[in-house]
């Protein structure tokens, strides 16, 4: 078997943005394997039969509720010693190219993650580091129906570890159209809830529990996602999911009012994941809407240190990025603490999706004018400015 590497893909009504997908992947690609819901009728099937170079690399299926059938289906036709998972609206960066390229040539490498960056409004929203590429040699197949992850019978060498890399440099980004989006969200939703609960019942998994109670906190389920995350807590053995139920549980609990164990769940999540910020910020704002403001300050202080970490869950990148400038600038400008505020603010200018630049530089502006008067009544003035405007 030699060291070419085939995508493998399952589609529907990827019309708007498989083609592009494709081309972003033909320099990695020796073949691709595509299968196709019956039901797309948006030009997904004329595109596919395009990109095959064999005629049994193409084939049409009918969906059975279940994601790991159809992508086992995939994966079975795959010929190639490399497999790499794609969807039809996940676009593959350039400079994950010479990576793959790579990876493909080393024989002890088993499997790779990757970086998933979910994109939405049109910018990065989300990071999680994802299996996608892995030998087919290795008796790697997927299961779970919903929210489908990978399975083996022996230990599998991580391109990653093999490198010493927290990040392997490989990045899919995930956009989906904002129709399409809402319509498989839809049809998700419908599908997830009979068959995670099944998955959860049956398996007494804690990211079984962990999914369903996510579906249900965005389903205004509070109580039946407290129910869910505790059981995930359970029976969980990995640190970074017990990190991200915490920080759901965290947020019902704050929801309900009891802000007291919403600071405490907060507190303990550290130990489960120290590389993650998240709950370091969620402290910083409960202090800072009890208006303990030295104790916000000191936690987004500490926030802006981190960097993105390569977790197996999904963080989300403004806490990485610009959120705890925006929360220090806030504080800095309604204590009058302006040199501090200037400083913040010139760092949160510099990042590019932040959304508020126009909002800020009235207020720099205005900070370094009165920097240069030192006005010492400039302090109340900002306040009453920052509350009134709701910045």
């Given at each position: 078997?030699s060291?070419?590497?085939?995508?493998?893909?399952?589609?529907?009504?990827?019309?708007?943005?498989?083609?592009?997908?494709?081309?972003?992947?033909?320099?990695v690609?020796d073949?691709?394997?595509?299968?196709?819901?019956?039901?797309?009728?948006?030009?997904?099937?004329?595109?596919?039969r395009?990109?095959?170079?064999?005629?049994?690399?193409?084939?049409?299926?009918?969906?059975?509720?279940?994601?790991?059938?159809?992508?086992?289906?995939?994966?079975?036709?795959?010929?190639?010693?490399w497999?790499?998972?794609?969807?039809?609206?996940?676009?593959?960066?350039?400079?994950?190219i010479?990576?793959i390229n790579?990876?493909?040539?080393?024989?002890?490498?088993?499997?790779a993650?990757?970086?998933?960056?979910?994109?939405?409004?049109?910018?990065?929203?989300y990071?999680?580091?994802?299996?996608?590429?892995?030998r087919?040699?290795?008796d790697?197949?997927?299961?779970?129906?919903?929210?489908?992850?990978?399975?083996?019978?022996?230990?599998?060498?991580?391109?990653c570890?093999?490198?010493?890399?927290?990040?392997?440099?490989?990045?899919?980004?995930?956009?989906q159209?904002?129709?399409?989006?809402?319509?498989?969200?839809?049809q998700?939703?419908?599908?997830?809830?009979?068959g995670?609960t099944?998955?959860?019942?049956?398996?007494?998994d804690?990211?079984?529990w962990?999914?369903?109670?996510?579906?249900?906190?965005?389903s205004?389920?509070?109580?039946?996602?407290m129910?869910?995350?505790?059981?995930a807590?359970?029976?969980?053995?990995?640190?970074?999911?017990?990190?991200?139920?915490?920080?759901?549980?965290?947020?019902?609990?704050?929801?309900?009012?009891?802000?007291?164990?919403?600071?405490?769940?907060?507190?303990?999540?550290?130990?489960?994941?120290?590389?993650?910020?998240?709950?370091?910020?969620?402290?910083?704002?409960?202090?800072?809407?009890?208006?303990?403001?030295?104790?916000?300050?000191?936690?987004?202080?500490?926030a802006?240190?981190?960097?993105?970490?390569?977790?197996?869950?999904?963080?989300?990148?403004?806490?990485?990025?610009?959120?705890?400038?925006?929360?220090?600038?806030?504080?800095?400008?309604?204590?009058g603490?302006?040199?501090?505020?200037?400083?913040?603010?010139?760092?949160?200018?510099?990042?590019?999706?932040?959304?508020?630049?126009?909002?800020l530089?009235?207020?720099l502006?205005?900070?370094?004018k009165?920097?240069?008067?030192?006005?010492?009544?400039?302090?109340?003035?900002?306040?009453?400015?920052?509350?009134?405007?709701g910045f």
């Open positions: 078997m060291s070419k590497l085939t995508v493998g893909m399952m589609l529907y009504q990827e019309g708007q943005t498989l083609n592009k997908v494709l081309l972003s992947l033909r320099d690609a073949s691709f394997i595509l299968g196709v819901d019956k039901r797309s009728d948006d030009g997904t099937k004329e595109i596919a395009e990109w095959v170079y064999n005629y049994d690399d193409y084939f049409e299926f009918d969906w059975l509720d279940n994601f790991s059938m159809i992508r086992n289906e995939v994966l079975k036709r795959c010929k190639t010693r497999f790499f998972q794609v969807d039809g609206h996940e676009f593959l960066t350039e400079q994950s010479p990576f790579e990876l493909k040539a080393i024989d002890d490498i088993d499997l993650h990757l970086g998933l960056t979910i994109w939405g409004n049109e910018e990065p929203i990071l999680m580091m994802s299996p996608r590429i892995f087919t040699d290795r790697i197949i997927y299961e779970r129906a919903i929210h489908n992850t990978l399975t083996c019978t022996g230990g599998l060498n991580d391109y570890k093999l490198k010493n890399r927290d990040d392997p440099g490989i990045i899919l980004d995930h956009k159209p904002e129709k399409r989006a809402e319509l498989r969200g839809k998700r939703k419908k599908i997830s809830f009979q995670i099944k998955q959860a019942m049956e398996r007494d804690a990211y079984d962990y999914n369903l109670g996510v579906l249900k906190t965005y205004d389920d509070g109580k039946g996602a129910e869910a995350f505790e059981k807590l359970i029976g969980c053995n990995r640190g970074d999911v017990a990190y991200q139920i915490k920080l759901f549980l965290a947020g019902l609990k704050k929801l309900k009012g009891d802000r007291k164990e919403a600071r405490a769940i907060l507190v303990s999540c550290g130990l489960d994941d120290p590389l993650r910020c998240e709950h370091i910020i969620e402290l910083g704002a409960l202090y800072e809407e009890d208006n303990e403001l030295e104790k916000a300050l000191v936690h987004y202080k500490m802006v240190q981190f960097k993105i970490p390569a977790s197996r869950m999904t963080v989300n990148l403004s806490y990485y990025s610009y959120f705890p400038y925006e929360r220090l600038f806030k504080i800095y400008g309604k204590r603490e302006l040199i501090n505020a200037i400083e913040v603010g010139e760092k949160l200018e510099q990042f590019t999706f932040f959304k508020h630049k126009e909002q530089q009235s207020y502006v205005n900070f370094r009165k920097v240069e008067e030192a006005d010492t009544r400039w302090e109340d003035i900002t306040h009453s400015m920052m509350v009134s405007s």
